[in-house]
């Protein structure tokens, strides 16, 4: 079923459901002014000096041209230090404490989430405000923007890092997609909003969760490959259609 908005129906579904995973992609953070990896909606896209994302957010980059990768993650640090989190953004953080499980699936590394307010979040694909050393492995909080030196030395062992994101080829963080697939087999409601779902093997967990018996409710400007395994798909911006499910409700 494809809707332009929330109805009475889906509030009904919102509020009879116990446990609710959401998955959330580049889209939910678009109304903030982030732009995205593949366009969708009227959405800005990822540019910088003429090379493609798949390219520079590459292992391969990280290999050849470590200083290049921070230059690039400098760049969008200095544009994402300005944004703030937008309405969907906080219902989300608002829906945490409405349900018995409620497990919030981001492959977002801006931490909008996080700046609104949720605070049980998997984050698939790092933090881009973290480095990752590469000689000792330890992580940090690597807040300063512009950096101050390329890359920025371990807090640890003085080793040079890396940003703490998964880069294409990449395995993602041991344990957080394990948790994120364990939430989504046992959600019966399971969101996926503002993501173009291509990008696996987060684009597998509305399919644990259906396989799980969850209702799956998209919501996205566009349809994209999952639209037909969801059982609605609510056509419309994530900051405005996000906020109905609580305002509407009787
Ligand atoms: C709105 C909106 C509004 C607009 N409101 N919506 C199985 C099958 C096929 C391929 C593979 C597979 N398993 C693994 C792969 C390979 C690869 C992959 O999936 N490739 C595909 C692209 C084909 N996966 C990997 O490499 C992963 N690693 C892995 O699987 O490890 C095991 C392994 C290791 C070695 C070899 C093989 C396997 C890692 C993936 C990591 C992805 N990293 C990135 C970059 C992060 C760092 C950075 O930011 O630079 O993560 S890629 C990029 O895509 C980023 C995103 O998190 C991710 C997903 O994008 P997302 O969020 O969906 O954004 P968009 O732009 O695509 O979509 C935006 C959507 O929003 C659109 O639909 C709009 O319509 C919508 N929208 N405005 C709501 N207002």
Known sequence: MVLTEVTGELI???????????????????????????????????SWRGRPVTELSSAEMLAT?????????????????ELSPNPGHYALAEWEGRFENFALITQNIDDLHRAAGSMNLLELHGNIWRARCLRCSSTFEARESPLEQNPPLCLVCGGPSRPDVVLFGESLPEGVFERAEEAASRADLFFVIGTSAVVYPAAS???????????????????????????????????????QFVTQRG
């Open 65 to 81: 041209d470590p200083t290049l990768v921070w230059e690039w993650f400098d760049y969008r640090r200095g544009l994402l230090k």
């Open 205 to 243: 967990l509305p399919i644990a969760a259906k396989q799980g018996g969850a209702r799956i409710i998209e919501v996205n400007p566009e349809r994209t490959d999952i639209s037909i395994l969801a059982d609605v798909t609510v056509l419309g911006r994530a900051g405005e259609i996000l906020p």
């Open 12 to 46: 009904h579904i919102f509020d009879s459901a116990r446990n609710v995973a959401v998955l959330t992609g580049a889209g939910v953070s678009a109304e903030s002014g982030v732009p995205t990896f593949r366009g969708g909606g009227d959405a800005t896209m990822w």
